[in-house]
């Protein structure tokens, strides 16, 4: 009976307890709650569990979702919402988005498949990997792409590249799943850790305010169009934990350095 009673709580449960480290799903700017229930039950079908909605057009706790989840109700219930996309990714070292149109970000784009392998490989190092999704109507935005390390495809009709939130969710999952190697190796201790996309957009916002300080952008629309180009830049490098520290404590010294001469100079006018 106690055999009985466990493979009954594992499968009520999505057999969650016995799947290991996996990708983070985030849907960004959800507008139906159908639509998350169902990626909830895509996610659950490959062993995939940890989902965040950021910014949903509905409200939560939601009786669709629920019914549209078909029984991965835990998945729901792990669930986590954000008020925007940076505070989603704050323990997110590796990020991939998926975009069916082209971009003009400078971003590697890679096949599902290729994503799949790279990121078992990131979580066997004991890093966080992150799956992002856009809104059903609009997708994703260029400054929401800009925080992802590389573009993810799935190779469709071109002419006809129309996949809802939940298909696109389950074809990434079954790659996940597909390329599951047996066996789990344990992160290595030694290996140097990616920064944290919340710390990487710390330091660009951190970057943009000195640079506004010393007036680097003129024009407002040099600044929109600056800001983004620099925090792709910032992803593209793949910043270490260490080097992020580094470069915060050198943009603080400059800092401090402007600011005291300035100080000096208006002293010494007085």
Same mark, same amino acid.
């Given at each position: 009976m106690r055999d009985k009673n466990l493979i009954r709580s594992k499968t009520l449960r999505g057999g969650i307890e016995t799947l290991g480290e996996a990708p983070?799903?985030? @849907?960004?700017? *959800?507008?139906?709650?159908?639509?998350?229930?169902?990626?909830?039950?895509?996610m659950l079908n490959f062993g995939i569990y940890q989902?965040? @909605?950021?910014? *949903?057009?509905?409200?939560w706790p939601n009786a669709k979702a629920l019914m549209a989840a078909s029984g991965a109700n835990e998945v729901l219930n792990r669930m986590e919402i954000f008020p925007d996309l940076p505070s989603a990714l704050h323990d997110i070292h590796t990020l991939y988005a998926t975009t069916a149109r082209g971009r003009d970000l400078m971003k590697p784009v890679l096949p599902a498949d290729t994503v799949a392998e790279a990121a078992h490989a990131a979580i066997a190092e004991g890093h966080r990997v992150g799956f992002l999704f856009g809104a059903e109507r609009t997708g994703l935005e260029n400054d929401e792409i800009a925080l992802a390390d590389a573009i993810l495809?799935?190779?469709?009709?071109?002419?006809?590249?129309?996949?809802n939130l939940a298909q696109a969710v389950l074809l990434v999952s079954y790659e996940w799943h597909r390329r599951r190697p047996e066996g789990s190796p344990a992160p290595a201790p030694d290996r140097t850790v990616p920064a944290a996309k919340a710390d990487v957009h710390r330091l660009h916002e951190a970057l943009m305010v000195e640079l506004d300080q010393v007036d680097f952008f003129k024009t407002p629309e040099r600044r929109?169009?600056?800001?983004?180009?620099?925090?792709?830049?910032?992803?593209?490098?793949?910043?270490?934990t260490s080097e992020i520290h580094l470069f915060r404590g050198i943009l603080k010294e400059l800092t401090t350095a402007r600011r005291d001469k300035e100080t000096g100079k208006r002293e010494a006018g007085a």
């Amino acid at each position: 009976m106690r055999d009985k009673n466990l493979i009954r709580s594992k499968t009520l449960r999505g057999g969650i307890e016995t799947l290991g480290e996996a990708p983070v799903v985030i @849907l960004c700017r *959800p507008q139906m709650a159908e639509n998350v229930g169902t990626a909830a039950r895509a996610m659950l079908n490959f062993g995939i569990y940890q989902l965040r @909605l950021v910014a *949903p057009g509905f409200g939560w706790p939601n009786a669709k979702a629920l019914m549209a989840a078909s029984g991965a109700n835990e998945v729901l219930n792990r669930m986590e919402i954000f008020p925007d996309l940076p505070s989603a990714l704050h323990d997110i070292h590796t990020l991939y988005a998926t975009t069916a149109r082209g971009r003009d970000l400078m971003k590697p784009v890679l096949p599902a498949d290729t994503v799949a392998e790279a990121a078992h490989a990131a979580i066997a190092e004991g890093h966080r990997v992150g799956f992002l999704f856009g809104a059903e109507r609009t997708g994703l935005e260029n400054d929401e792409i800009a925080l992802a390390d590389a573009i993810l495809t799935i190779p469709v009709n071109p002419y006809f590249p129309s996949l809802n939130l939940a298909q696109a969710v389950l074809l990434v999952s079954y790659e996940w799943h597909r390329r599951r190697p047996e066996g789990s190796p344990a992160p290595a201790p030694d290996r140097t850790v990616p920064a944290a996309k919340a710390d990487v957009h710390r330091l660009h916002e951190a970057l943009m305010v000195e640079l506004d300080q010393v007036d680097f952008f003129k024009t407002p629309e040099r600044r929109r169009t600056f800001a983004l180009t620099i925090e792709t830049m910032l992803e593209r490098r793949g910043f270490t934990t260490s080097e992020i520290h580094l470069f915060r404590g050198i943009l603080k010294e400059l800092t401090t350095a402007r600011r005291d001469k300035e100080t000096g100079k208006r002293e010494a006018g007085a």
